[in-house]
């Protein structure tokens, strides 16, 4: 299965892409993480990434076309693959659209603007694997320590509140459109977001099914 989970940042792409992923038993490709890998090793993409990133702004088009085509020709998306991240502009959209990658379906996430904006600000992650916590609704066993690889968690840099605020407004401006782009082309399947993780799951897999 090709797929792309399009929702606004602190929905649960992430999580979520995590839990389709293990299921389906295909990578996720987040293009945040690969951003934020980059920029973590000092690499020339890292370096006009962090130009943008921080500042809760988007990295050009073509440049995220160019990471996203060159990801998706490895091996291992050969059996299908999770987009998480991408496309986040109409252009993504539309390059996508004209190369050779067939998407089966787009899923997108709708959750409340508050609780994106209390589940970004408690946001944890790991400096090491990039997995997620939060300060109450999901605390590691130890604090400040990743359960999955004993790695330091860290507040994201663009999780600062004003920083939220303006990648919420250039989600709806330049992302939320996609929805109606791809509902039609009849691709768009909807999951209402739940409080736990995995009901949230068992929405997304009953809309993948319908
Ligand atoms: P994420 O981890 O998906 O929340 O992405 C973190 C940040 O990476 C975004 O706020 C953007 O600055 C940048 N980014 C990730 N994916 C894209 C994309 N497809 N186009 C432009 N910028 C992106």
């Keep these: ?25 295909i990578p996720t490709i987040s293009t945040g993480a690969i951003l934020r890998k ?3 090793d ?31 020709s490895a091996e291992d998306c050969k059996n299908g693959f999770i987009l998480d991240g991408f496309p986040r502009t ?4 539309e390059a996508l659209d004209a190369s050779d990658v067939d998407i089966d379906a787009v899923l997108t996430l709708e959750v409340e ?16 694997c990039g997995s997620s916590y939060h300060k109450q609704h999901k605390q590691p066993k130890k604090q400040g320590i990743c359960d999955n690889c004993g790695g330091e968690l860290t507040t994201r840099a663009d999780d600062k509140p004003e ?3 303006e990648r919420l ?14 509902a039609e082309k009849n691709m768009l399947r909807t999951a209402v977001g739940q409080d736990a993780v995995a009901d949230t799951t068992k929405a ?5 099914e319908d």
């Design 38 to 40: 980059n920029i973590a």
């Design 113 to 128: 603007d508050e609780t994106i904006i209390e589940r970004l600000s408690g946001r944890l992650e790991c400096k090491a």
């Design 163 to 165: 920083i939220i605020k």
């Design 90 to 93: 109409l252009a993504q959209a």
């Design 1 to 25: 299965m090709n797929l792309i989970i399009l929702a606004a940042p602190g929905a649960g792409k992430g999580t979520q892409a995590e839990a389709l992923s293990k299921h389906f038993g």
């Design 169 to 182: 407004e250039t989600y709806y401006k330049q992302t939320a459109p996609l929805k109606t782009f791809y």
């Design 204 to 208: 997304v897999l009953a809309a993948l």
């Design 42 to 72: 000092g690499t020339a993409l890292g370096e006009i990434a962090a130009k943008y990133i921080n500042d809760g702004k988007f990295i050009p088009d073509d440049v995220m076309i160019d990471v996203v085509k060159d990801r998706l």
